[in-house]
């Protein structure tokens, strides 16, 4: 898959064009372009209702890490690349190329009033807050990856520095599952920190907590699917994308 980053005009916000498609059709980033599909996991997807694509997490992850609102974005398949399993190499992609600001007042999705969801144990509450904030508590019952909790409140810089190069991650005994339903063709030891009992297999941990570090990514991922960044606290707890 082939992926393109193009300028925008301001105010155009974050659109994704599907050039391997007749008519190139476009999705939008906001609130209607989420997929809840249950047979859809372990990604974020968006949709026009005709076309899908997948695994945009971390993306736009970065696209809130660098404060970019308005940008083209071409594909010519279903699923965006998964490169080393982080948000690092779109990050440096992006400042390699440069960032232009334009002449319009940034929008947001300020948190006026506390709002959650939960669900099998898992939960997701944000709170008001002047910046944007994430306290996040990773539990799986799993001998080789312990319980983490990390919190940090948000920038440009944090997050380059703190949850951009964090990888994603999956448990040795979920890999031949996945395998089975077709998904993680292009994993490995390299871009997937796999988990066994004893710890991460054939690979060297970033961060020690880098389990969830990774989630915040995700997290930030997700909630951009707005099509604007959030002002608020979160307070997430084993929460995933269907969250």
Partial sequence: VNVHFKPAGQNEGIKFVRVDLPGKPEIKLGEACVVTDP???????????????????????????????NLIIEIDG?????????????????????????????????????IGVAQN???LLITPSDGFKISYTLNYDHPGLQ??????????????????????FVLEKETKELRAQGLGKGANYTNTLVVGDEGVLDNTLRFPDEFVRHKILDCIGDLFLLGFPIRGHIFATKSGHAL
Avoid: M
């Fill in 147 to 168: 319980s983490q909790f990390y919190s940090l409140t948000l920038n440009e810089e944090s997050f380059e520095r703190e949850i951009a190069p964090c990888r994603t």
């Fill in 121 to 123: 144990g898992s939960s």
């Fill in 78 to 114: 279903d699923e965006l690349p998964g490169l080393d399993g982080s948000g690092l190499e779109y990050l440096k992609a992006f400042k390699n190329a440069g960032i232009q600001e334009q002449n319009a007042p940034k929008q947001y999705y300020s948190i006026q009033e506390p």
């Fill in 39 to 69: 047979n859809i996991t372990r990604c974020t997807a968006i949709s026009n209702g005709d076309v899908v694509i997948v695994t945009v997490e971390h993306l736009t992850s970065v696209l809130w890490g660098v404060g970019i609102d």
